[in-house]
């Protein structure tokens, strides 16, 4: 009769772990220009669908293609001050704090170089030297301001430039992401923006979350490595990711904000691992136009963690990455 007991106890213990265990939630959308992904252990069946709705409001203040976004209305009056949201305010500041700190590699006024290559579009193609002139003279970061008027709201000015937060938004979204997880609760979650992602905790099973790091010569589903995330965010910014060929050259969307031009250097991609999504986004592309041993040591005096890959398959990492995040080579041409 014991021994029935026992049994019986043991197995309400069970339902009742089960029944009190986070579900499984996924989902897949498109915001941002991007598909995003996500899967969710949660006991509230509402968390993908909030994180949802914050993205279209983030895309909606943010996005350069929306006339009547904050950045579309800033750009549209180009150096009058604009009532903004305070998330864009918040975003603008950083992006302007880290373009002065990276020298310039990170710039969030080439709105305008950015259109006249037409990247992703059908337009795609190499502007004149002298439009390209004309631009560079607009593109000083810090033209742009924000700040607070005397009604306390968030205002802004272009000062002249076309702002672009597309090396920022994305890492700043999944910054809100991961804080609606926090405030529900979750521990277990796995969110992708495109290039960048997030992770915290594990898998039911208790394994980690792993992530591909994508071969730059391969196509979309080819990776070069994996490495595990837990609680931090990570960032990889690549030659192609967006792009056109012309005469038989391929030109990438990393603009030199120096020349105006794609960046060329050794580098295919530049991967950034931290603990804020809007800076691994941010520093990715910095480090990426920075090149490799500038970069390094950037990102060494900033105390991120970064992988480079070369267009001839050399790894370049800051120190200890490997073994940080459990890096597997699963593509044995690459070395370092």
């Known amino acids: 009769m014991k021994r029935i007991l026992l049994c019986c106890l043991a197995i309400c213990c069970i339902f009742a772990f089960t029944a009190c265990a986070p579900a499984a939630q996924t989902g897949e959308s498109f915001a941002m220009d991007t598909i995003i992904t996500q899967t969710v252990y949660a006991k509230n069946d509402s968390v993908i669908g909030q994180n949802n709705q914050i993205l279209r409001d983030i895309e909606n203040k943010m996005s350069k293609t929306i006339p009547t976004s904050d950045i579309g209305r800033m750009n549209a009056q180009n150096t009058q001050d604009v009532e903004i949201s305070d998330d864009t305010a918040q975003v603008l500041k950083t992006c302007v704090e880290h373009a002065a700190l990276t020298d310039g590699a990170f710039d969030p006024a080439l709105g305008g170089l950015m259109a006249a290559w037409g990247f992703g579009t059908q337009n795609a193609h190499i502007p004149g030297e002298a439009e390209l002139e004309g631009l560079l003279a607009h593109t000083d970061y810090n033209a742009i301001s924000a700040g607070v008027n005397e009604d306390g709201k968030a205002f802004a000015n272009a000062g002249g430039t076309q702002v672009d937060l597309g090396g920022a938004g994305k890492g700043y979204a999944l ?20 290039g960048s992602i997030y992770a915290v905790g594990t898998k039911p099973d208790g ?47 990393i603009l030199d904000p120096k020349t105006g031009y794609p960046v060329k250097n050794e580098l295919a991609s530049v991967t950034v691992i931290c603990p804020s999504g809007i800076l691994s ?46 890096l597997s080579i699963t593509n044995k041409d690459y070395h370092g």
Not at 175 to 194: E, M, Y
Not at 219 to 242: C, H, I, P, Q, W
Not at 285 to 299: C, H, S
């Open 175 to 194: 910054d809100r992401l991961a804080q609606n997880l926090t405030d529900n609760g979750v521990s277990s979650a796995i969110l992708s923006l495109g």
């Open 207 to 253: 394994s980690a979350y792993k992530i591909g790091i994508r071969d730059p010569s391969g196509s979309e589903n080819d990776y070069m490595a994996t490495l595990e995330l837990d609680g931090k965010f990570v960032s990889t910014s690549g030659t192609y990711e967006r792009g056109f060929t012309q005469d038989g050259t391929y030109y990438s969307h």
């Open 281 to 326: 986004d941010i520093y990715s592309t910095a480090l990426f136009v920075m090149g490799p041993e500038k970069g390094i040591a950037f990102a060494h005096g900033q105390g991120v963690d970064a992988l480079f890959l070369t267009n001839d398959k050399q790894m370049i990492a800051t120190d200890g990455f490997a073994e940080k995040y459990g």
